[in-house]
């Protein structure tokens, strides 16, 4: 099972759109998400707060600007 990391932050529209795109992949990829809220750690407020939604499948990093239906399917496949 893939394990993923989603960096979020509330009142995110952008986030929450990430969210359901995940929720549609779901099923036919299972994965395990682990959310972290940017506000609860200064490294990760520091490092994403410009990029939020991130997510981070295994190596691949996908930011606000990279996070598309396709593009977070490939990268589930390729951390398969």
Do not use: G
Request: aromatic share 10%; with cysteine; proline share 5%.
């Amino acid at each position: 099972m893939h394990k993923l990391i989603f960096y979020t932050k509330e009142n995110c529209p952008l986030c929450d759109d990430a969210k359901v795109l995940l929720d549609l992949l779901r099923p036919e990829y299972p994965f395990e998400m682990e959310e972290r809220d940017i506000y609860t750690k200064d490294d990760w407020l520091e490092k994403y707060q410009l990029m939020i939604p991130v997510v981070q499948i295994n190596d691949i990093m996908l930011d606000c600007e990279q996070i598309t239906y396709d593009s977070l399917e490939t990268a589930l496949k390729k951390s398969n």
